[in-house]
């Protein structure tokens, strides 16, 4: 199985600052034959269930906004909120997809500092 | 809009079975792979089960394999998970997701608001 780590476990970051959540698989998710890597990143607020917010990396889910980013390949994945607002204190999980099981990170919780 | 409902979430003994259901609207479901994955009270999201939009293929993590059987009806767009000789450890919510593909183990692009299984005696 994949292992996914992430860090850190939580963060505290100050009102548009810019936050940095990373993500390192246990072996690679780049699959060269597409030149993709297969991670996912999601936003899960209390109480609610988790939201698609990039996929292959880097690519934005439609509705999501632009201070979201994903950059990495290979085993070392970084999901970067630009300028943070009230708005996006949650827990954030990177996921794999490049084989079965597919597997997350164990969450990185994201305040207001 | 995609919407998905799950629902026969509740308490249950430990060794009994329940079976959940997820119904979907808004989308064509049959050209869908369809996931359950849950979550442990205040834990991390765990991966289930996935079964192709057409219902031939179907996998399971490892600690599922062998007591959860996922399956699905297309005409009545319903995703299902039959859950058998449950454990206190399966305590979770039971989230159904949409794959954006026909095949499977992709990401999650919709997700439902849950169901809650309890095993407790």
């Known amino acids: 199985d994949i292992v996914m780590t992430q860090s850190p476990d939580s963060l505290a970051v100050s009102l548009g600052e810019r936050a940095t959540i990373n993500c390192k698989s246990s072996?690679?998710?780049?699959?060269?034959?597409?030149?993709?890597?297969?991670l996912a990143w999601y936003q899960q607020k209390p109480g609610q269930p988790p939201k698609l917010l990039l996929y292959?990396?880097?690519t934005r889910e439609s509705g999501v906004p632009v201070r979201f980013s994903g950059s990495g390949s290979g085993t070392d994945f970084t999901l970067t909120i630009s300028s943070l607002q009230a708005e996006d204190v949650a827990v954030y999980y990177c996921?794999?997809?490049?084989?079965?099981?597919?597997?997350f990170g164990q969450g990185t919780r994201l305040e207001i500092k | 809009q995609v919407q998905l409902v799950e629902s026969g979430g509740g308490v249950v003994e430990p060794g009994t079975s329940l079976r959940l259901s997820c119904a979907a609207s808004?989308?064509?479901?049959?050209?869908?792979?369809m996931h359950w994955v849950r979550q442990a009270p205040g834990k991390g999201l765990e991966w289930v089960a996935v079964?192709?939009?057409?219902?031939?293929?179907?996998y399971y993590a490892d600690s599922e394999k062998g007591r959860f059987t996922i399956s699905r009806d297309n005409s009545k767009n319903t995703l299902y998970l039959q859950m058998n000789s449950l454990r206190a450890e399966d305590t979770a919510i039971y989230y159904c997701?949409?794959?954006?593909?026909?095949?499977?183990?992709?990401?999650?692009?919709?997700w439902g608001q849950g169901t809650l299984v309890t095993v407790s005696s």
């Open positions: 079964i192709s939009s057409v219902g031939t293929e179907t």
């Open positions: 997701a949409r794959d954006p593909y026909p095949g499977y183990g992709d990401y999650f692009d919709y």
């Open positions: 996921q794999q997809y490049y084989s079965s099981p597919l597997t």
């Open positions: 808004g989308f064509t479901f049959s050209t869908y792979a």
């Open positions: 072996q690679t998710v780049f699959h060269s034959s597409n030149s993709k890597n297969y």
């Open positions: 292959w990396a880097s």
